[in-house]
């Protein structure tokens, strides 16, 4: 039996082989499939799709045909196909008239068209973060996956995949507001610093009114909370200090801040979960 192939994290671009044509449809296969044979994939993590980008679509199609295939899997029950990845395409050939659209073969479990349909959309930027939130939980409560494997899979770190799960415990009126894009992942990380929906809501509406930053809303739920504010600043970093903590928050997934020069000074990095703290600590202590 040939070895199974692991590796999904490396993109799409491993699952598309350079098979020729076949009428039969064997595993790892281009052919042209009627569009009346292919399902949604139940799994997909994108809740909706544009229509105006749709149309968009559908006119290039109806110029260029289908120029990159969709990814297939049989159905379980044989009748027909379902989408790994292309959903937009096969949507958008639709609406164009196409009868067939070309089609790579693929077996695939149903984890696995959860997984690649993350990992595609993942790699062109179409999920919104609480979809992106959604298909990992799905991963981690249906599949068992740990956060560590789940960043493993799409390529992210186990910060970056915690700290969205998070946003899936912030009030309704947040999620809203992010799904919206009246506020930024960060707005709604910060808001989830307040111990309440009640609280949420009520600090998203000073957000939303007085159209926050992201420091902004940090510094006022601090001040919800009863912080002291933090004291005035003094001169602004070198840009020499703001290139370290650019570099740092990209590393560790978290905001950090550096505060001195040369040959002195302090590095403060900030965690908004157990989780976090203790996937930060991981991190530093193997470093």
């Not at 120029?67 to 958008?92: C, K, N, S, T």
């Not at 179409?126 to 939130?133: C, F, G, I, Q, V």
């Not at 999620?175 to 894009?181: F, V």
């Not at 590095?267 to 996937?279: F, H, K, R, V």
């Amino acid at each position: 039996m040939a070895r199974r192939r692991s590796g999904l994290g490396r993109g799409l671009d491993a699952l598309i082989p350079g098979g020729e044509t076949s009428t039969r449809l064997p595993a790892g296969s281009v052919a042209q499939v009627p569009v009346e044979q292919i399902r949604p994939n139940p799994r997909q993590p994108r809740s909706k799709i544009d229509p105006a980008a749709l149309e968009e679509l559908a006119a290039s199609i109806r110029e260029h045909g289908v120029i990159q295939p969709v990814v297939l899997a049989r159905a379980p029950d044989g009748q027909g196909y379902v989408l790994i990845a292309g959903e937009r395409r096969w949507q958008a050939a639709k609406l164009a008239g196409l009868q067939q659209v070309p089609a790579v073969i693929r077996e695939a479990t149903e984890q696995e068209l959860l997984e690649l349909a993350l990992i595609e959309n993942i790699q062109r930027a179409d999920l919104n973060p609480l979809e992106t939130a959604e298909a990992y939980r799905q991963l981690h409560e249906a599949f068992g996956l740990s956060h560590d494997e789940i960043a493993q899979r799409v390529g992210k770190s186990r910060v970056a995949v915690s700290n969205t799960l998070r946003l899936l415990k912030a009030a309704p009126a947040v999620r809203q507001a992010l799904l919206e894009g009246r506020i930024s992942e960060g707005h709604a990380r910060a808001l989830l610093g307040l111990p309440s929906p009640q609280a949420q809501t009520a600090a998203l509406h000073t957000v939303t009114e007085q159209g926050l930053t992201v420091r902004q809303t940090e510094d006022l739920v601090r001040r919800l909370q009863g912080e002291r504010p933090p004291a005035k600043r003094g001169a602004r970093p070198s840009p020499e200090l703001r290139d370290l903590e650019a570099r740092l928050e990209a590393a560790l997934g978290t905001k950090a801040r550096v505060k001195g020069h040369a040959h002195k000074g302090a590095i403060t990095i900030y965690y908004y979960s157990a989780e976090e703290l203790d996937a930060l600590l991981a991190r530093l202590l193997e470093a």
